[in-house]
């Protein structure tokens, strides 16, 4: 009978020994607990222009003679994926403020110059630096994705084009162009 007695102890004190285990480990486990955390990326992308307008002088022999050029304007590209930027000018020829405005949009050259960015960013080649009129050509592209490419974007009359401007003496001439941003 005392070895029941003994065996009954001992089961008894396993019994309790194995409870207070079992609430150690059901207090560990509401004391640990994780969580999934998910992130969802969209996709972005925008250019930005720091200036709406850009404004040539060819008011003196000096730049007739040299050539002129607009102050710079800023390029920053915001995309997602790899992109590439083009441009394209709104029309063959200039807009004036007068009859007998005749000068072509291509005696206008883009100067496109990187300021900063990913590495990878680059300035196409293009065969000339002319503004094009019958298809938008690329002018910068990246095989990756950026916060802030910038870029220095310069509208210039070479020397060799500022004959065409000659006849056009106190008229203000305009045209546009159309920057586009395609993600890739």
């Known amino acids: ?82 992109y590439a930027v083009t441009a394209k000018v709104s029309s063959a020829q200039f807009n ?15 100067i496109v110059a990187k300021t900063s960015g990913n590495d990878e960013a680059a300035i196409s080649n293009r065969t000339n630096n002319s503004l094009k009129h019958a298809t938008a050509e690329e002018i910068v592209a990246s095989p990756k994705a950026t916060k802030a490419d910038v870029y220095s974007l310069v509208y210039a009359i070479p020397a060799a084009n500022t004959s065409a401007f000659l006849d056009q003496y106190g008229k203000t001439i305009t045209t546009e162009i159309t920057y586009t941003l395609l993600p890739l």
């Open 1 to 82: 009978m005392e070895t029941t007695r003994n065996i009954f102890k001992s089961v008894s004190i396993l019994a309790i020994a194995l409870m207070f285990g079992f609430g150690a480990n059901a207090q560990n486990d509401n004391k640990i607990k994780t969580n999934k955390l998910s992130v969802n990326v969209g996709e972005f992308y925008s250019l930005n222009l720091s200036n709406d307008n850009a404004t040539i002088l060819l008011d003196s022999e000096a730049k007739f003679a040299s050539g002129s050029e607009s102050t710079p304007i800023t390029m920053t590209i915001f995309s997602s994926r790899k």
């Open 96 to 110: 004036g403020t007068a009859d007998n405005t005749s000068v072509s949009t291509n005696n206008i050259d883009l």
